[in-house]
């Protein structure tokens, strides 16, 4: 039987598959809608097994908070290149696992991926999209995040994500300080979260530097001292300059406004996965040379 046009739209709708692959599964299954339909997502997992080994350290992550700003999730979604991770298919797959996440507040990644976005779970959406796509993609990890406070989210080009949790204040000072959070990549919200062998390292580090002006012991203490004191402001939250207003810190902000950070988190796409090195122009000398 031939397959119409309206088949064809269909499938794609149902499957998210691209035309061609819906308009030969059609073809094949003698235009029978459910029969493509799974033979559609046979296709899907044996294309993102095949593509699964492949690198993907590109991608976005998407956030997701509820109307009441109690609660919020931050997801990485990745894939191989940065052309794709501006493909509005893939946003929206992210975007819509994200919602799913904040929805169904899975326990883990393989939990999510059961979870349902739309008519499909987020694992069939997923392979269907590599089809469709052609790229490895994958949802690396997930943050959620409940507070009986404040949450506030900033979302930089997609690449950086940040959730603060704040006990007082308003939404609008949680926003303004993921955004500061975004900016500046703060450690620890203060001095007093800095690990005791972080300090020490930091002191140990610091004399060494002091030793070698020639200055006395107490003078190389206070030396120490301050550039401590320097360094402390720059990798703590409340020690650093607000990024909307340098002339205060983020400690002076909080007081103002009577407002206690409680937590802050910050991903950014592809950390910690080691990129494949590539050298374009041993590739093509490669392709010159048939190899």
């Not at 095949?50 to 609660?71: N, P, Q, T, V, W």
Request: hydrophobic share 45%; glycine share 8%; aromatic share 4%.
């Amino acid at each position: 039987m031939a397959v119409t046009a309206a088949q064809v739209k269909e499938l794609r709708e149902r499957t998210g598959a691209g035309m061609m692959e819906c308009k030969k599964a059609l073809v094949e299954t003698g235009g029978d809608m459910n029969s493509a339909i799974d033979q559609l997502r046979k296709s899907g997992l044996a294309q993102a097994d095949k593509k699964s080994s492949r690198i993907a350290a590109e991608g976005r992550i998407a956030l997701a908070i509820s109307a009441d700003a109690r609660h919020a999730v931050m997801v990485e979604v990745n894939c191989e290149t940065d052309f794709v991770a501006k493909d509005d298919s893939f946003n929206s797959f992210a975007n819509a696992v994200a919602a799913s996440a904040l929805q169904h507040r899975p326990a883990d990644v393989q939990a999510l991926m059961q979870a349902q976005i739309g008519h499909h779970t987020a694992e069939e959406a997923r392979q269907a999209l590599v089809v469709k796509i052609g790229e490895n993609i994958q949802v690396r990890r997930f943050e959620q995040y409940s507070t009986d406070g404040i949450l506030g989210a900033y979302l930089h080009g997609g690449k950086i994500g940040v959730v603060v949790e704040l006990d007082g204040g308003t939404e609008e000072l949680a926003k303004d300080l993921a955004m500061h959070v975004a900016a500046l990549n703060p450690s620890y919200i203060a001095e007093a979260n800095v690990p005791a062998e972080v300090m020490a390292k930091e002191k140990e580090i610091l004399h060494a530097q002091a030793a070698d002006s020639g200055k006395p012991v107490e003078i190389i203490e206070k030396m120490v001292a301050g550039r401590l004191r320097k360094q402390l402001s720059e990798i703590t939250l409340l020690g650093q300059a607000f990024v909307k207003d340098g002339d205060i810190t983020v400690a002076q902000l909080l007081q103002q406004n009577n407002a206690k950070v409680e937590g802050f988190s910050r991903l950014v796409v592809g950390e910690g996965i080691e990129k494949r090195a590539s050298n374009f122009a041993e590739e093509v000398m490669q392709q010159v040379r048939g190899g």
